[in-house]
């Protein structure tokens, strides 16, 4: 799977909180579909989350099911339970990795970029070809 270099250096963090109950207004029901999705890729129940995250089922259920405003503080503990971005949460990017790790692809992608540059410029084929090669080295590396 191919990246933007772009999309990794994209950092906003833009939330609409209400000045009186520090409640979040969704835009669209989005959100909800990335927290079900996150949680099912963990192969978590809304039971099982809740219990891992302090909260009840319930709260899960209405939250992914837009029927509760969620609160900045359950965002943020959602944000940091699934190692996301609130941004993408909110379903403002596609980018689902927090600052700090965004900070660390960056990095990397710094100090490697003529070689990412180079493999951007392959076609499929030879992409396919680089992967193999790669997964080979390092299964030798385990052995």
């Not at 833009?14 to 996150?38: C, Y």
């Not at 219990?51 to 837009?66: A, T, W, Y």
């Not at 970029?113 to 590396?141: C, F, N, Q, S």
Request: with cysteine; charged share 35%; hydrophobic share 40%.
């Amino acid at each position: 799977m191919q990246y933007n270099i772009l999309e990794f250096l994209k950092i906003s963090i833009k939330v609409k909180i209400s000045s009186f109950d520090g409640r979040i207004e969704k835009e669209d029901a989005n959100m909800d579909n990335n927290l079900e999705k996150l949680r099912k890729s963990a192969h978590l129940t809304q039971c099982k989350l809740g219990r891992q995250l302090g909260l009840s089922q319930q709260v899960i259920s209405r939250i992914e099911r837009d029927i509760s405003t969620i609160t900045l503080d359950h965002l943020l503990l959602l944000a940091d339970f699934y190692h996301v971005s609130i941004d993408y949460l909110l379903d403002r990017t596609k980018v689902k990795r927090n600052w700090e790790e965004q900070q660390i692809i960056s990095a990397v992608l710094e100090e490697h970029y003529e070689l990412v540059r180079a493999i951007e410029m392959l076609d499929e084929r030879d992409t396919g070809l680089v992967w193999a090669l790669i997964e080979k080295m390092l299964k030798d590396d385990k052995e």
